[in-house]
């Protein structure tokens, strides 16, 4: 995939007009992302389900980009473009859902392998409510010390996979990329366009930042996610369209679907 590098003020750009897009059909935008939102929260109580929950995210981000070009192109988003990308490609779309899911367990192992002992002794403490001594305020230093660089590795190890799925599923639906190939094009992407890419994620980390406590407040951690998605999802279809296609919107598919209101 022929790719461009844009300057980094782009990066704000993307939130802009995905905003925009959002504010066309805002309504639906919530009724879709609260919909994904609970079925994935009810879904992943079941385990196996949870991971074919996983598998197909990419196909539902898929669809809600279709329904991103529908809207640009003076339609509406509808229920129907969560199915949408089942009609397309979606073997592939569905093994990037593989990759990220394996790549995204082993991360998770190499965290516990470095902090999960440190993890589970802070959580007895906490529960336990002891008395602070000297030597127990020694061990809990030391312990978040272990947690911490954990998670400096995971995040670490958590970036080249999310360069390599950031654009994936809307290559491989849209320009019919085949799944490694899509996620090569997406991490070179990330890569020629960093300082956009880092202001664009450091504005959705802010905006995460100020929601987070009302999301501690009501005990649900994900929950600034749903606040945010609606306006990311439309960012991203932007920012792709930017690096991809120099602004302009993809070529309609003859098997694409439309939304309904």
Known sequence: ?????????????????????????????LALVVLL?????????IPLFGLA??????IFIAGLMEGCREVERGGRLGLSHLA???????????????????GNLVIMMIVLSIGGDAMAELNK????????????????????VTVGRALVVGTLASVPL????????????????????AMKASFVACLKNAGAMLLYG????????????????IGQYDFALLLLAPVVLPSLYVSYKDIFLAGEPPERHTDSVSGSA
């Open 37 to 45: 939102f609970v079925t994935a929260k009810l879904i992943l109580r």
């Open 53 to 58: 929950f996983a598998l197909f995210m990419p």
């Open 162 to 181: 999310l360069m390599a799925l950031w654009f994936a599923p809307l290559l491989v639906y849209f320009d019919d990329e085949g799944a490694l190939a």
């Open 84 to 102: 949408a990308g089942f009609r397309r490609n979606a073997a592939q779309l569905v093994t990037i859902g593989g990759v990220s899911l394996v």
């Open 125 to 144: 403490r906490v529960a336990q409510g002891a008395a602070v001594t000297a030597q127990t305020r020694l061990e809990m230093q030391g312990a978040l």
């Open 1 to 29: 995939m022929n790719t461009r590098s844009v300057p980094a003020v782009h990066g704000w750009r993307w939130i802009v007009q995905g905003y925009a897009l959002f504010r066309q059909n805002p309504a639906t935008w």
């Open 202 to 217: 450091g504005v959705i980390f802010a905006a995460m930042f100020l929601v987070m406590p009302l999301s501690l407040a």
